[in-house]
């Protein structure tokens, strides 16, 4: 067997153990072998694609990626959800960041690019630096240069729009730059992008460098994230003022200070890239664009996000966009509410019943209901956020998973469709942080199915506070009868 524990989270003799199960009910054991493999993996290393507009970023994250994603039809002024997609090279899975939808006029050209490299800086593991070999290095391109510079990330350096030998000379003339070798491609045609993504490879680790929740690992990181002026700072200043903890403004490799060490019943918690949006206030039309962009850097930083929401105003489609992407990033969640102690008993009665309609999708994550302002039932912060992280790192072992699926099955079978019904015949789960889930079936299993199979793990075991990750692999050919 196999000694370096690549299967996921189980253990050498459940792995044996499972294997042979799997191969029992006829699934190709390399099969279950890449479903454990990619359902086991920590988060994975990101890399982030930057550069001046119109360079062909969005271009080149489609070509990376493999597939066409609605990147390069933005329409200015749409929020983008996404900005994180995930790829795969020569056998290596990583994330791809891409920074092309940022580009706001409201913000000015040097703010907006400013902008996305630090956030490219902030939340990568490595940069793809994307110049138009065709225009030359330009004044953006240099200031984008002392950026990557000063974070010290490892930065590959693609010139693109080269289509021909003649465009090589072009390429070439990027060395300036001191960034190393500029690898002439076309992200359009594809030409040179199979060289850029080998280099590529080289740049990223082979898991990311922080482990979370290791032992020593230091503080557990804590996102503090919601629309802008939900009351991010005074939470955060009623929390360090609480304690009366000096806080630590460690300065680190970005250019804000923001990562704060503060005490909470008695631990000491980091609070990451907390309410950067602090000094951006005056780019009214495009502070949204960076709070969304602030937020998946401290979301990516993160073991825990807090979601603060302002019960004084509707819940918006922003609070459940910035809650999709916590959950979405997988991380543990908490969800306070701001100002309750300011309402009124009829406002308190519609908020209960907006929370129960539009918080449905997050019905597990904690709840704290406090006031930023007084302080008022801060006190509950901590017991929320332990919990969300025991959710987040709780496994169950694959034997009593199996006999909970058995009972499950046979109580509440899989509509029939077809003449068919679809069984699901075992599974275990892979990894942790958050629950990542491996179930093998005889045939296609609904989406409603599987949420019926989260519900009853939430109601079974508990995994309060975490999002869940399933995935279901079907039996490719029919295998012997047991």
């Given amino acids: ?283 009214q039309e495009g502070a949204d664009y960076y709070a969304s962009l602030r937020t998946a850097a401290a979301v990516e930083k993160a073991e825990v996000a807090v979601v603060l929401i302002d019960t004084s105003e509707s819940i918006s489609v922003q609070d459940q966009r910035i809650i999709t992407m916590a959950v979405e990033a997988g991380r543990a969640l908490v969800i306070a509410y701001n100002k309750w102690d300011t309402l009124d008993e009829e406002r308190r009665y519609y908020l209960e019943r907006e929370i129960e309609t539009e918080m449905q999708q997050v019905a597990w994550a904690p709840r704290v209901n406090v006031s930023a302002l007084t302080g008022r039932h801060m006190e509950k912060l901590v017991p929320a956020i332990e919990t969300a992280l025991a959710g987040w790192e709780t496994r169950i072992p694959t034997g009593r998973l199996n006999a909970f699926l058995g009972e499950l099955v046979a109580g509440h079978p899989h509509p029939i469709r077809g003449g068919k019904q679809p069984r699901i015949l075992f599974g275990t789960q892979a990894g942790t942080k958050p629950p990542r889930f491996v179930l093998f079936a005889s045939g296609f299993i609904e989406a409603g199915y599987r949420r019926f199979i989260e519900r009853r793990l939430r109601e079974e075991f508990g995994f309060e506070g975490t999002p869940i990750h399933i995935s279901v692999r079907v039996r490719e050919k029919r295998g012997r009868k047991k």
Wanted: hydrophobic share 40%; no cysteine.
């Fill in 1 to 283: 067997m196999n000694d370096q524990h690549e299967h996921g989270a189980l253990g050498d003799a459940e792995y044996a153990e499972f294997m042979e199960l799997a191969a029992e009910e006829g699934f190709d054991v390399e099969d279950v072998e890449a479903a454990i493999d990619e359902a086991g993996h920590g988060p994975l290393p990101a890399l982030a694609v930057v550069g001046r507009p119109n360079v062909g970023k969005s271009t080149l994250v489609n070509r990376i990626i493999g597939r066409r994603e609605a990147v390069v039809q933005d329409k200015p002024g749409v929020t983008r959800d996404r900005v994180t997609y995930e790829a795969e090279w020569a056998g290596r899975r990583f994330k791809v960041v891409d920074t092309g939808g940022w580009e706001q006029d409201v913000l000015g050209l040097d703010a907006s690019v400013a902008a996305q490299a630090e956030f490219a800086i902030e939340a990568a593991d490595a940069v793809v630096f994307v110049v138009d070999a065709t225009v030359g290095a330009t004044d953006t391109d240099e200031a984008v240069v002392k950026l990557l510079r000063r974070a010290g990330k490892p930065v590959v350096l693609a010139a693109n729009k080269v289509d021909g030998m003649s465009g090589e000379s072009d390429a070439a003339v990027l060395w300036s730059l001191g960034l190393g070798e500029p690898f002439p491609i076309s992200a359009l045609h594809g030409r040179g992008t199979g060289d850029l993504l080998d280099e590529i490879l080289k740049a990223l680790p082979e898991a990311p460098p922080q482990r979370f929740g290791t032992a020593g690992g230091g503080p557990r990181r804590i996102a503090l994230i919601g629309r802008p002026n939900v009351g991010k700072s005074s939470l955060l200043n009623q929390v360090a003022k609480e304690e009366r903890v000096v806080v630590n403004e460690l300065s680190g490799t970005t250019r804000d200070p923001v990562d704060e060490l503060i005490e909470l019943g008695g631990i000491t918690w980091k609070f990451v890239d907390t309410a950067g949006i602090r000094r951006r206030v005056h780019l």
